[in-house]
């Protein structure tokens, strides 16, 4: 099962959010800034608050971990999904970000119980108005906010008061849902059998709007494989799928020469192609992120340290870069 702790952050060029599980703790540490066009909702006293992600929509097909702080109160739980629909305050919220609510307006929470790590949360019909093709990503979300949550380990949805089975365009649901599910999931293309498969995280890039980039995961399902690190910078590599509104900012000809991970230090060696971006200090910031979340998933790994045909490479970065608290 997908641990629950998985916790990476995901940093913008202009606004710094957080993502899902165990804070990586001085990972790509940097001042947080605001825009105009980027303001929280107004908060009560710091000490009230909750740091919360939600998982809002990107460019119609994926989700973007965002991390908010939002006030305490009885039934949080209930408050987080709700903030995943489309309002005037949510949509107030993201204007200027490139992100929408995944949820359909007017969506709300007839009742939330959780149970023995089963939430079972029952909406309106107004649910049921999502755009054909965004019904994985709409169940994810609502997945993926709720077992941030300690108590939950499992989502079952109803739709008033009924279980939901199967959307009005014919996407059949088998429930409960976990996150074992992944979030943007995508099935490689040398897959044959898919009950022979292994999945990994790999992170990717999306454009925001003016100068933002987004570092957006992605669940890959591969050939079942015993090596998952090696695996995963493998897809990693080879980038997004093609059509894909997304994109990487690492070299596809890249080779990796070696790993070895030594008392929670990974040290890569890449092929001389690693140094072949072309975006200047901001695309090596973004490769540093895609390399060290992918890693991120791996609990051994707490620092990265990468190497160019056996040599320490000039980079913006210094290494070792600390990705998780040890």
Known sequence: MVAKYFKVIVLLLVVVFLVVGCSPGGFFEEEETETDDFQEEAQPEEENLRETTFYYLYQGAYLVPVERSIPWEEGIAR?????????????????????????????????????????????????????????????????????????????????????LEEFPKGVIIEQPLDRERGINLEVADEVENLSNTSKVFVYFCGMGEETVTYIVPVTRVIPETANLMEAALEELIKGPRPGSQLFSELDSRVKINSIQVEDGLAVIDFSQEFLAFQGGATSEENIMRQIALTLVQFPEINALSILVEGEEPELTRSMPIQIREE
């Open 79 to 163: 408050a987080a999904v709700s903030r995943l629909a489309s309002s005037q305050q949510v949509d107030s919220f993201l204007n200027g970000t490139g992100l929408n609510a995944p949820l359909p307006a007017g969506t709300d929470i007839i009742g939330l119980t959780i149970r023995d790590g089963l939430a079972l949360i029952d909406f309106n019909e107004n649910f049921l108005e999502v755009q054909e093709g965004q019904e994985r990503v709409v169940l994810d979300a609502v997945v993926y906010t709720l077992t941030e949550f300690g108590t939950v380990d499992q989502v079952e949805i109803q739709v008033e008061g009924k279980k």
